[in-house]
């Protein structure tokens, strides 16, 4: 019986160390989703390292529900969830 593919979804996955998470996860035998603000560079990545773009800003909620109900219907479910974005708040 074969296992079942880990869906695994990481913001911030268009560079630096969540790129390095992606790449390795897929290596590892896992569906990544590539999660980054902006859609350009996401999906770069994305195709560079044969996963799949979602569009998601974790500082916006209707954004994060949209990135969740598109997960939900593509894939019924969502196993790892790497928070990776930066989302540090403007500095005085």
Do not use: C
């Not at 590892?28 to 990545?45: I, M, P, S, W």
């Not at 996963?51 to 109900?69: E, G, K, L, R, W």
């Amino acid at each position: 019986m074969l296992e079942p593919v880990t869906i695994t979804l990481i913001t911030g996955a268009n560079k630096g160390l969540g790129r390095e998470t992606a790449r390795r996860l897929l290596e590892a035998g896992h569906t990544v989703l590539v999660g980054a603000r902006d859609a350009e560079r996401g999906q770069r990545t994305a195709a560079e390292l044969g996963a799949v773009f979602v569009v998601i800003d974790p500082t916006s909620d209707p954004s994060v529900a949209a990135a969740a109900d598109w997960v939900r219907s593509e894939y019924g479910r969502l196993d790892v969830l790497v928070n990776n974005a930066g989302t540090a708040e403007p500095r005085v």
